[in-house]
Structures are given as structure tokens and as C-alpha cells.
């Protein structure tokens, strides 16, 4: 199996099987477009995101020989949770926010939609302000504005299981 | 250097991929992000968005009408989280009809639940009985202008026959249907559309309709209404078009061999299927077996027979897995899903209900 080689933001080089490369659409336009022996440049991505994805693909290889199904092609209840699992640990929210961005610019469907899924998860108890500071939205209500809205669906703004 | 990128990051993410993240969110927290920002809350609002949220909620819970409800003033709904079937939220509308309790004829009902929408209504004869569009998720109800024809009479029509309505959602429109037939007679019918809040009186009735018998059973699907009914002995099924107002009487080779036939018509993998009941007392044990019919290019062709091994009494319909919704009635009427691939029964602790159908948490009525 021909492997590439990428090099991230910080310098450091990885080798990431041919297969696995062409998930990234990024990627597959550069191969198609350059040499396949040519290091690949990625300056958008950091080498620490470049783990966690290198991380992702071989869960999925050793999930999918469990379970004997093509998880990479279609979407599988039974991985998000083993994904989950797996990638919540050492993940905080803002690199989690990050590795986001990083997936969607390589264009890794798959992971994308996990990750997507993962990111919900985080954020659906959150409390509104933190929602905003975790996605860096800025704040144009008026006190007044939001207030009305808070009053009108008061019964969405309480709950135990929404974080304080 | 991670908090030059998470700056960095933040100017320049998408609003699709916001959209992404936003779109699995459950409704509660949506409804709270509002206060995120203005364009958050116009997004959330918007009808792509609603519609992209309803496909990424296929997968959630069953509600069903408490029947110790059926005593007290007080109506009630419990909402089960598929998977696990626990009581996940018991539900009180906002809306208190004025109801007659002590008519067994006049009893509030789930007629029917589609994309977090759930019609409720009471006595469907009478057009001063309230009939809701009722969104638990968002808690948000509409009250349907009164219908205008009113065939409630017991004295002129004794032998009537409660035509369920029939609630549905229209995709090529997107936008949800009421359709209320009435009987006995000659046949009346409106539609109710809720984009423009208003009832339509269906002008053209063919004369074939009037002699069809029609059964209580029916499904709304993809735009078109569908009922059972039999004809010479022999069953029929009626399709109505919402599109064109077009009646069309569909052939379905079962004979009706005695009085106590029993079938369904369901939605089944996105097709318009008939389950004919049959059960064969032969054996000791009572053994229930279902023909499935399913409709292809205006005919029905028999799929295959299922056998049960015990006696399964009513069909609540499919899942949105496409599992069979049963009422054991072996069990005091506890609910069971059968497989039709795998003919695995599961059974699910759950009875004392009126009635079952599938729901799911949507943004639906939400902007109103």
C-alpha cells in the first residue's frame, strides 16, 4: 500500500496510507493535481489534529473488522458510540472546535459528521453564554431583546440538566 | 499558540458548519440558542433549517394516550425514548377542550403524528368539536377553524360510521393535511391545509363512492389519502389525491369470507401496504397470520405471510425502523416491535394506552 506523506503547520511529517489520504478531498485534489512522491504541504493543519485524525482512521480499520461492516461509507449508530468514547477523553472544547474546522477544510466526510455529532453532544446542555463564547459569536441583542425571548420560552431556559 | 488558533479559527468558520453542528441539537436547546445571536435565531426559524433537523431526528420516541387519563378532566400523553422505552416526559397540552366524558362516542384521540406534529380532536362528526395541531416539542398549538359540514345526529343517522381523520404530511409541498370525511349518505369531504389555516370543501364526488362500505382504517401518505373499504364481499381501497382532488378505487384480490375479517393499511418502507389479518383457531393455541399486501403502480401484490406464535392483537403501525407496532393481548395489551427481517419479537413494558404512534422531536409550527 503506497503511503503519502504530509506536512503539517508546525513542520512535522506524517505517512498516512494511500486509501486513507484519499478520504481527505483535499488531499485526493492535491495528489491529482501534483507527483504522489511529493510531500504533501497542509499549513491549515496542526500536527497535534494530524494525531487525532491518523487516531480516527485506525479506530475505524480495527472497528470495522469487529463488526464487519464499511463504516467509512455509510453512518453507524454502533461507532458513534465507540467514537465517542474514544475521542471525548482528551478532548476539550476548544480543540474540539479546532479539529473541526481542520476536518472540514480537509474534507473527511465521515469524521466531519462524527465530529459534528460529538460537538452537539457538548453544547446542547450549555448554557447560552458559553454556547456563544465556545462558538466565538458575538453578542447583538439588546438586554431588552433578549429578555423578551427568554420570557416567551422560559420553560427552555430551565432544566437540571442544563450546565451552569 | 492553541489560542492564536482558536481566534484564528473562529473568523473563519463557516456558517454551514455552525448549521452542521446546530441541526443535531435537540429542540429544547435550539430554542434556547435563539439568545446566541440574531442570525443564530433567524436560522433556526427558517423552513431549510427545520426540515434538515427533522432528517437528523428520524430515530426518537413513541407517544401514546394514557388510559388513565380517560377518567379525568386532564388530558395526558407520555413520550417514550425509543431504545430504551422508559417514560422520558409526561405531557399536558395547553389546551383544554371542553369535552363530554360521559359519551363513549365522544372521547379525545391522537388521529394522528407526523414530523413532531401530533392532531388531536374529539368527536370528528360534530364540527364544534375542537380539533389541535399540537407540537409538544415546541409547545406550540393551533386550533383548526371549525369544519363546515356537521353529521352528527343520532337520530337521523343511526347506523353511522366513525371515519377517523386523516392527518398527513404533503413533501412535494411541505406543508400538512387535514381530511375529514363524512358519513353515512351521500358523502361529504373537506381538506384542511395548514399553510393557509383554512378548510376546502371537495367539490367532485364520484357516485362509486357512495357505494363502497367504507372500515374505520386509513393512512395519509406522500400527499395522498388512503382508505379501506369493501365492496361485493370483496376489499377495496380508496386513494384520494390532494394534489388534483382525484378519487381512484384500487383492487385488492381478498375476499371477505366472514364478518370478522380484520386488516390494515400502513406505510411500510415509504410504500402503501395492507395487512390482512387472519387468525386460524385450528390449533390449540390461537396463531395469528399476516398477509402483507403491498401497493405497486396502483395494485396491490401480496409480499409474503407472517406467522405469530402468540396472539397479537392490534396493529399500531411500523416504526420508523420499520418495525411492526404490536399490541400483545396475551399480555394485558403490552406493546411489542416484530422484525419482519429478522422475526424477532421485542417486547417493550409499556401499556395502559389508548393509543400508539411514532413521534419525533421537530421546529415544526415553531415560527407561528
Known sequence: ?????????????????????MESATIKTSLDAFSRDDIILLPNVNSWEM?????????????????????????EGRFLEAFQAEFDKDLSDDNLYCLL?????????????????????????????????????????????????????????????IEE | MRNKRREDVASSITEDLHMEILVRLPV????????????????????????????????????????????????????FRCERFEQSLELKPPFHPQLDYNSRLDYFKIYGSKNGL?????????????????????????ILPQPRFDHYCVDCFPKHVDIPLLFGFHPELNDYKVIRMML???IKMEVYTLSTNSWKIIQVIPPWLNTMKFSTRSEFWNGMAY???????????????????????????????????????????????????????DNDVGCDCIDFWVLQERCFKKLHTVYFPQVYHVIWGFSVDNELLLEDYSSDGELAFYNLESKQVQKIRISSYLSVHTYIESLVLFDM
Not at chain 1, 462524527?114 to 466565538?136: D, I, W
Open chain 1, 1 to 21: 500500500m503506497k503511503k503519502i506523506s504530509v506536512r503539517t503547520s508546525d513542520g512535522q511529517e506524517f505517512e498516512l496510507e494511500e486509501n486513507l489520504a
Open chain 2, 227 to 281: 382508505w379501506l373499504a369493501t365492496k361485493d364481499s370483496m376489499v377495496r381501497v380508496v386513494s384520494f389525491d390532494t394534489n388534483n382532488e382525484e378519487f381512484e378505487e384500487l383492487a385488492v384480490p381478498i375476499t371477505i369470507l366472514s364478518d370478522d375479517w380484520d386488516a390494515y393499511i400502513e406505510v411500510y418502507k415509504e410504500s402503501i401496504c395492507l395487512l390482512h389479518v387472519k387468525v386460524e383457531l
Open chain 2, 28 to 79: 429544547k436547546s435550539l430554542i434556547r440558542f435563539q439568545c446566541v445571536c440574531k442570525r443564530w435565531r433567524g436560522l433556526i426559524r427558517s423552513s431549510s433549517f427545520v426540515t434538515a433537523h427533522i432528517r437528523q431526528h428520524s430515530h426518537t420516541h413513541l407517544i401514546t394516550d394514557d388510559r388513565s387519563c380517560f377518567d379525568q378532566v386532564e388530558l395526558c400523553y407520555s413520550l
Open chain 1, 51 to 75: 494525531v487525532k485524525i491518523i487516531e480516527f482512521f485506525t479506530k475505524v480499520q480495527e472497528l470495522e473488522t469487529k463488526f464487519g461492516v464499511k463504516f467509512m461509507e455509510k453512518k
Open chain 1, 101 to 161: 474546522w481542520t476536518v472540514d477544510y480537509l474534507g473527511i466526510e465521515v469524521l466531519l459528521e462524527n465530529l459534528c455529532h460529538l460537538m452537539a453532544e457538548r453544547t446542547k446542555n450549555k448554557t447560552v453564554e458559553s454556547c456563544r463564547n465556545l462558538f466565538g459569536v458575538q453578542h447583538d441583542y439588546t438586554p431588552e431583546e433578549e429578555a423578551e425571548i427568554r420570557e416567551d420560552y422560559s420553560w427552555a431556559f430551565e432544566g437540571p440538566e
Open chain 2, 184 to 186: 353515512p349518505g351521500s
Open chain 2, 118 to 142: 401530533v392532531c388531536l380532536a374529539g368527536n370528528v362528526m360534530d364540527s364544534s368539536s375542537p380539533i389541535y395541531i399540537w407540537n409538544p416539542s415546541v409547545r406550540k398549538f393551533r
